[in-house]
């Protein structure tokens, strides 16, 4: 490519994908909200990635940005480092899944197209990262989804759990206490209508969670 992936603009492309997975495109304040900075800085980055040879990204004012194949080859890129680097932590250095995102997050820009390679043969290759979210394949693909939102269940349905959506350390402390980590298995015993909130039965344990949590956890319907 013409255009230097700088950290920044890894960031802009991981985020955007991340905003677009449902088939949508991205508005500039949601962007905005996710890198934490002013909607201007935004727009003049995505107008930069639009122009780029290859472009990046496709943007319309008013319409949001959905990234080009080739914008979404470099977000895939990126995701894949973070995600395998968050199993290597988890796997071979003793890190819980609290404390690993941070760390990706600095090491995804630097390290070597060999190195990704080394790590994820150490592994065996793994498909999910320790919060059970999929990594994108060698070829820069995201395999296939198969799960949805635990807030999507309801009264006398049950699931495993897949993954779970979050980066914050204290959260995903807290989704370990309630025992809502890959691999769980979990009933729906009650909704309420007026507030969203489930009645999960987990194990011996019943606990009721509001739509703040159920939208993070994604479940494999049983």
Known sequence: ??????????????????????????????????LNVKPASVT?????????KPALVEYQKHQGVTLTDDGKKAALEVIRHHR?????????????????????EKLEHVISEDFERRIAAAMGHPLRDPHGELIPTADLQMPLDDSTPLSSLRANQSGTVQYVKAA???????????????????????????DHNLTI???????????????KIYVKES
């Open 44 to 52: 003049g980055m995505v107008q930069k990635l639009a122009s780029a």
């Open 201 to 215: 039965k987990i194990g011996r344990k019943s606990i009721v969670l509001g739509l703040n949590i159920t939208s």
């Open 168 to 194: 914050d350390a204290e959260l995903l402390k807290h989704f370990e206490t309630l025992g809502l980590i890959p691999e769980a298995e979990l009933e729906v015993t009650g909704y309420s209508p007026f």
């Open 84 to 104: 395998l680097l968050e199993a290597w932590l988890v796997q071979t250095l003793g890190y819980s899944w609290d404390e690993v995102h941070a760390e990706a």
């Open 1 to 34: 490519m013409e255009q230097t992936l700088t950290i920044s603009i890894q960031d802009y492309l991981k985020n955007i994908y991340e905003l677009t997975e449902n088939g949508e495109s991205a508005s500039t304040n949601a962007l905005a909200s996710k």
